[in-house]
């Protein structure tokens, strides 16, 4: 972790104002705009870029993959901006919060992979880079996005540990946590042989 260099109340703003960028549901937000119909009745049902793919729009998928990234890494790239190290990684984590269970949605959100390798990209570039790298090295091989995402979960502690970002360790062990809990349904899919593949509805 890094050194608490920011005061008590003002982590708490940070955390707000993170879980507040988090809980954009701009998976829903982009499929409306496309006029694609409402998210939630489509596929499975899940906010995020999956799901978005299934309704056919490969832009509305690169969209919300952007945008849901891109909300993780402004929430991190904010607080390090205007406070300290320690405030960034509070913001990044409620922001992945936000995107898994926003207050908008009943606390039913996604599950939280572009926001995690958003969030990746702002504290450690290099990590994030590598963890990017494994999800699509893991897509083209088997074809399933909730393995991918398992996979470079799985590899951030690994990549943060060997590129020397220890800092942010704890904070990787625990958004890996978190990715494993949202999936646990693919997990089970998975163990049973009936995951879909990337693409298929």
Request: glycine share 14%; proline share 3%.
């Amino acid at each position: 972790m890094p050194p608490i260099e920011t005061g008590f109340m003002a982590l708490i703003l940070w955390g707000l104002v993170g879980y507040f960028f988090g809980s954009i549901p701009f998976g829903i937000v982009i499929t409306r705009v496309f006029g694609l119909g409402d998210l939630r009745q489509i596929g499975s049902g899940n906010i995020g870029t999956t799901n978005v793919l299934r309704t056919g729009s490969k832009p509305a998928a690169a969209a919300t993959l952007i945008l849901d990234g891109g909300k993780g890494a402004i929430a991190v790239l904010v607080a390090r901006w205007l406070a300290n190290e320690d405030a960034a990684q509070i913001a990044g984590l409620l922001a992945f919060l936000g995107h898994c269970f926003p207050i908008w949605l009943k606390f039913k959100g996604g599950k939280g992979v572009a926001t995690f390798l958003g969030l990746m990209l702002a504290l450690a570039w290099p990590v994030g880079i590598a963890c990017c790298l494994t999800w699509l090295a893991t897509a083209l091989l088997g074809r399933i996005s909730s393995l991918s995402a398992l996979v470079a979960a799985s590899s951030s502690t690994f990549w943060i540990l060997i590129l020397g970002f220890g800092q942010t360790f704890i904070l990787g062990i625990a958004v890996t946590l978190l990715v494993f809990w949202r999936h646990k349904e693919n997990i089970a899919r998975l163990s049973a042989g009936t995951e879909p593949k990337i693409g298929k509805k």
